[in-house]
């Protein structure tokens, strides 16, 4: 679905990224780890169109993304969600979780002045499966809230719900259970499951090692914005560059 061939970032001349190739399977669940500053969340931005690549190609489903506007790449199927919250705190979660069908509204300003019968009916639609979605993620209850009010732990879930509400062909997740206990990274966990036994494709980026190896069907490892490993969770759990440059040190830490 999604391939990187030799991706390259530099800003004023460092190297983010360099050479990155790797593929993200439909229908699987890819997770992307490594260190702080390996290069993740600027791949993530890459991919999305916040950030264009100094060299290489990034194509999904046979289009090329590389120069390609983030509106543009978000109507192809793509939905993200942010490692720093990207949400409108004094809408409520249900507004919020509306601006994520914004590529489908298709309406006119003018239409949206005359408040035309089909644009009432198609609001009434979209608003639905919002409702839907916030019901999957257990914040039908909080729908009229500001979301500015929420615990940290609910507004990482109504990211997750926005980038949900249009069923796109392909998520990334960028730490999703970052800042979150226990019991919030164990919820999360499962509706990450939910959504790969539906036969979501995801690419997850993560340092929660527990929650990657028990949901990823492959893992690429990211140091120093090189790829240095690919495989199953359990090769590259053993792979002594991944012990290395990542693993090893969280032990070393802990």
Do not use: W
Not at 158 to 164: D, F
Not at 198 to 211: C, F, N, P, S, Y
């Amino acid at each position: 679905m999604l391939h990187l061939e030799e991706v390259g970032k530099r800003f004023g001349g460092l190297p983010a990224l360099d050479q990155v190739s790797f593929s993200v399977p439909r229908g699987q669940v890819t997770a992307l780890i490594g260190p702080n500053g390996a290069g993740k969340s600027t791949l993530i931005n890459c991919i999305t169109g916040v950030l264009h690549p100094t060299t290489g190609s990034i194509r999904f489903l046979d289009r090329q993304l590389t120069g390609q506007a983030a509106y543009a790449i978000a109507r192809l199927g793509i939905a993200r969600t942010f490692q720093n919250l990207k949400l409108f705190p004094r809408l409520s979660v249900l507004d919020n979780v509306l601006t994520g069908l914004s590529c489908e509204a298709g309406h006119s300003l003018t239409m949206a002045m005359l408040r035309l019968p089909y644009l009432r009916h198609r609001e009434r639609q979209l608003k639905l499966r919002a409702l839907e979605v916030l019901d999957r993620f257990d914040l039908a209850d909080k729908s009229r809230l500001p979301v500015g009010t929420l615990a940290y732990g609910d507004k990482k879930r109504v990211e997750l719900a926005r980038a949900c509400v249009a069923e796109p062909e392909l998520i990334l997740l960028d730490e999703p259970v970052a800042g979150l206990n226990a019991e919030e990274t164990a919820s999360v966990g499962e509706q990450l499951k939910q959504l790969r036994s539906a036969g979501q494709t995801l690419l997850l980026v993560e340092h929660d090692m527990e929650l990657v190896m028990g949901i990823a069907d492959q893992v690429v490892v990211l140091d120093s914005g090189c790829c240095i490993a690919r495989g199953t969770p359990a090769e590259v759990r053993n792979n002594p560059l991944v012990l290395e440059a990542y693993l090893g040190q969280m032990e070393a830490t802990a």
